[in-house]
C-alpha cells in the first residue's frame, strides 16, 4: 500500500513542479460528533511510522490556514454552528473532506434527533473517505486523489 502512496505522491510532486503549484496543503480537523475512532486513525496517519507530512499535508490549528476542512463524525445539531464558523474563516480556495462512514452518512452513531445528516447536506464535500474507521493509508490515498482530481477541475486547459 505504501509503495502506491510513495508512486502516488511522487506523480503528484513532479505534477505540481511542473504546472509551477505550491505542494503543501494545510488540514484543519473539525470532530463533529464522532465515537473517536476516526480520529484515533488520523492521528496515527501523521505519525512518525505513516508521517502523512512526507506527502506535503500538514494539521493545522486554525481555520483561517486551512486549505481543507477535514470533517469526522455524524454532523449533531451542537457542532453544526462550529462547523460553519470553521468553514467561513478558510481563505478560498478551500475543500471539505469527509472522513469516515458517519460523516458520510452510514449513521451508526447516536440519537437521530441529534444528528443532522451527512455532512454533504450542510457543506460542499470534494474529499470522500469511506471506512469505520479508515486506516491511515486510506486517509493518505483518499486525500492525495481528492486533492489530486480538484487541482485537476481547477487547471485551465493548456492555450
Ligand atoms: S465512521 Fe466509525 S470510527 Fe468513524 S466516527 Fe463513525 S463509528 Fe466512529
Redesign the pocket.
Known amino acids: 500500500m505504501f509503495v502506491l502512496l510513495r508512486h502516488l505522491a511522487a506523480i503528484r510532486r513532479t505534477a505540481a513542479l511542473e504546472r509551477g503549484e505550491p505542494r503543501s496543503v494545510a488540514i484543519r480537523h473539525v470532530d463533529a460528533g464522532?465515537?473517536n475512532?476516526?480520529e484515533h486513525e488520523l492521528g496515527a496517519a501523521t505519525n512518525p511510522y505513516y508521517d502523512l507530512q512526507r506527502f506535503g499535508l500538514s494539521m493545522t490549528a486554525s481555520p483561517r490556514h486551512a486549505d481543507v476542512l477535514l470533517v469526522?463524525?455524524p454532523v449533531t445539531t451542537r457542532m453544526r454552528d462550529a462547523l460553519l464558523v470553521a468553514y467561513n474563516a478558510m481563505p478560498e480556495p478551500r475543500l471539505v473532506a469527509a472522513l469516515?462512514?458517519?460523516a458520510l452518512g452510514?449513521g451508526?452513531?447516536g440519537d437521530p434527533s441529534q444528528m443532522l445528516g451527512t455532512l454533504d447536506a450542510i457543506l460542499p464535500v470534494a474529499i470522500r473517505i469511506p471506512g469505520?474507521?479508515p486506516t491511515p493509508a486510506e486517509i493518505a490515498r483518499h486525500l492525495l486523489e481528492g486533492l489530486d482530481q480538484a487541482r485537476r477541475l481547477n487547471t485551465p486547459p493548456a492555450a
Open positions: 464522532s465515537c475512532g476516526c469526522t463524525g469516515g462512514d458517519c452510514c451508526v452513531l469505520c474507521p
